[in-house]
C-alpha cells in the first residue's frame, strides 16, 4: 500500500509539472483552482489500481476527459495516472474488462482527439502499455508455473528419498534379523554337543561365522548407496543362493529344512528374483524367532512352484509358532517381518499370504509373484 500511495504523489507531481513550466494565458493572473480538480481525479484512484483496475481506469480516464473543459489550463501531453491504471488492468484483469476498455479507449481517442496524427499516437502508446501489462501477466503467470513446478520437484524427491529410507530399512532389518536369528540358533544348539560330537560343535561355530560374514557382505551392499559409490557392491540375492541359505539355518536335531521346486524354471527380473529370496529368507527367521518343537525337531519346508503367471514361494513348519492369518498389506496385526514380506511382494505386483499350517499345526508363509514387475 505505501508503495502505491508513493507511485501516486510521483504520478500527481509528474501532473502538476506543467503549472510550474508554463504560465497562465493572457489576461489571468494564476490558474484558476478548478483546473486541479481534474488533475486529482486522474491521479488519486491510482493508490487503489490493484483492488479495483477497471474502475480506477474509468476514473482516471473522466479525469482526463474532464480536462478538456479548462482550454486555458495548462498543457498535459500524457496522462500518467491512467496509463499506469491501463498497465494494471491489462496485467490482472479478467478478459471482458481488458476488452471493454480497449473499446472504450479507442472510440474516446478517435471523437475526443481533433487531428488524426494525434489520435493515432495515442491509440499507440496505449495499445504498447497493454502490450507491456499483458506481457507483465505472462511473466507472472511463468514465475508461478516454474514454482509450482519446483514444488511438485521437491515433493517428489521427498517422496522418492521416504521410499528409499523405506527400502534400506527394510533390507537392514531382513539382513540382520536372519543373520541375528542364524548365529543365536547355532550358539544355543553349540552347547548341546560338547563332549559328545565335537564335528556339530564346529559345524556351529562354522555356520555362526559364516552368517557374520554373509550379513556384513549384505549390509555393505545396502549401506553402500549411503556412501560415495566407490565401494564395489554385492550382487543382490537370487534364487540360486537359496541352497546356502537353507542350509545355514539347519540346527542338527532341532530344525531341517527341505527345499523342494516344481514346474518349469524361467528366468526372473532381478527385482523378483531378490524379491523371491527375501521372502524366503523371513520366512526361514521367523521360523528360528518363533518356532517351537512339540516333539523332536521342527521340520520346515520350503517349496517353489512355477506356474504359467509366475512363481509361487512357500514356507512351511511343523512347530508351534504364532498364530493368526493375514494377507494382501500385512495388516491384522502382522509383525514387522510378515509386513516386510507383504510389502516385497507388492512392490513386484504380486501377494503374500500367511497363517496356520495343514491340521492346525506351525506356520505357513506364501507370495505369489508375477513373471514380470507390473
Not at 512339540?294 to 498364530?323: E, K, Q, S
Given at each position: 500500500m505505501l508503495g502505491d500511495v508513493a507511485l501516486m504523489v510521483a504520478v500527481l507531481l509528474a501532473q502538476l509539472a506543467p503549472f510550474v513550466s508554463n504560465r497562465p494565458a493572457p489576461g489571468h493572473d494564476g490558474w484558476e483552482p478548478a483546473m486541479f480538480l481534474p488533475i486529482l481525479l486522474s491521479t488519486v484512484p491510482v493508490v487503489w489500481r490493484r483492488k479495483a483496475p477497471f474502475a480506477v481506469l474509468i476514473a482516471t480516464e473522466a479525469g482526463a476527459g474532464l480536462y478538456a473543459f479548462f482550454p486555458q489550463g495548462a498543457p498535459q501531453p500524457i496522462w500518467y495516472g491512467a496509463l499506469l491504471a491501463l498497465f494494471t488492468l491489462a496485467a490482472q484483469a479478467p478478459w471482458w474488462q481488458r476488452i471493454t476498455a480497449l473499446v472504450f479507449i479507442g472510440w474516446g481517442a478517435v471523437l475526443l482527439t481533433g487531428a488524426l496524427d494525434t489520435a493515432a499516437r495515442g491509440v499507440l502508446?496505449?495499445?504498447?502499455?497493454?502490450?507491456?501489462?499483458?506481457?507483465?501477466?505472462?511473466?507472472?503467470?511463468?514465475?508461478?508455473?516454474?514454482?509450482?513446478?519446483?514444488r511438485h520437484l521437491e515433493r517428489a524427491r521427498e517422496l522418492e528419498a521416504a521410499l528409499e529410507r523405506a527400502r534400506i530399512a527394510r533390507e537392514m532389518h531382513d539382513v540382520l534379523g536372519h543373520g541375528m536369528s542364524v548365529m543365536i540358533a547355532q550358539a544355543e544348539a553349540g552347547p548341546v554337543f560338547v563332549g559328545r560330537d565335537d564335528a556339530r560343535v564346529t559345524a556351529s561355530f562354522d555356520a555362526i561365522a559364516g552368517a557374520g560374514r554373509e550379513a556384513m557382505a549384505q549390509l555393505r551392499r545396502v549401506l553402500g548407496v549411503l556412501g560415495d559409490g566407490r565401494n564395489e557392491l554385492v550382487p543382490a540375492p537370487t534364487l540360486a543362493g537359496l541352497p546356502d541359505l537353507t542350509n545355514s539355518v539347519e540346527r542338527p536335531g532341532f530344525i531341517a529344512v527341505h527345499l523342494a521346486e516344481a514346474g518349469e524354471p524361467r528366468k526372473l527380473p532381478a527385482d523378483v528374483e531378490a524379491a523371491a529370496y527375501r521372502i524366503v529368507q523371513e520366512g526361514l527367521t521367523n521360523v528360528l524367532k518363533h518356532a517351537r518343537p512339540?516333539?523332536?525337531?521342527?521340520?520346515?519346508?520350503?517349496?517353489?512352484?512355477?506356474?504359467?503367471?509366475?512363481?509361487?514361494?512357500?514356507?512351511?513348519?511343523?512347530?508351534?509358532?504364532?498364530?493368526?492369518?493375514?494377507?494382501?498389506?500385512?495388516?491384522?496385526?502382522?509383525?514387522?517381518?510378515?509386513?516386510?514380506?507383504?510389502?516385497?511382494?507388492?512392490a513386484c505386483g504380486g501377494q503374500a499370504r500367511w497363517g496356520a499350517g495343514a491340521g492346525g499345526k506351525g506356520f505357513r508363509v506364501e507370495a505369489s509373484l508375477p513373471a514380470a514387475v507390473r
Open positions: 502508446l496505449w495499445v504498447t502499455v497493454y502490450a507491456l501489462g499483458r506481457a507483465w501477466a505472462a511473466r507472472g503467470a511463468q514465475t508461478a508455473a516454474l514454482k509450482e513446478r519446483a512339540d516333539h523332536g525337531a521342527v521340520r520346515v519346508d520350503v517349496a517353489l512352484a512355477w506356474t504359467g503367471d509366475g512363481l509361487t514361494v512357500r514356507v512351511t513348519d511343523d512347530g508351534v509358532g504364532a498364530r493368526g492369518d493375514g494377507a494382501g498389506t500385512g495388516a491384522d496385526g502382522a509383525g514387522r517381518g510378515l509386513t516386510g514380506i507383504a510389502e516385497r511382494a507388492a
